[in-house]
């Protein structure tokens, strides 16, 4: 019922700089976060950044100073400005929304994107 699709991804030189974008759409009501996340080849899942309704952000430590990330509420749209990109942030990139349903019963839903790829290599 919701549906997120990334976009932005592919490969970038070390100290080169990449911009993520994530859209939902669906029967939406609200949305309460957006936010990133990252898997590596042979590693689980990790935690990159983060943003509320209200617009307060978290980051990972392995990207604070690097990635910023920044919404577009009116677009249901969240960006993911990467720069500095280091080989270590090789992995796919996929997007989530936690959030209301639209209708009587506004249930809660929890989304995510089915990824894309970022290579950080020379």
């Known amino acids: 019922q919701v549906q997120l699709v990334e976009s932005g991804g592919g490969l970038v030189q070390p100290g080169g700089s990449l911009r993520l974008s994530c859209a939902a759409s669906?029967?939406?009501?609200?949305?309460?976060?957006m936010g990133w996340y990252r898997q590596a080849p042979g590693k689980q899942r990790e935690f990159v950044a983060t943003i509320t309704s209200g617009g307060s952000t978290n980051y990972a430590d392995s990207v604070k100073g690097r990635f910023t990330i920044s919404p577009d509420n009116a677009k249901n749209t969240v960006y993911l400005q990467m720069n500095s990109l280091k080989p270590e942030d090789t992995a796919v990139y996929y997007c989530?929304?936690?959030?209301?349903?639209?209708?009587?019963?506004?249930?809660?839903?929890?989304?995510w994107g089915q990824g894309t790829q970022v290579t950080v290599s020379s």
């Open positions: 669906g029967n939406i009501f609200s949305i309460n976060l």
């Open positions: 989530n929304a936690d959030g209301r349903l639209s209708g009587y019963i506004r249930r809660e839903f929890s989304s």
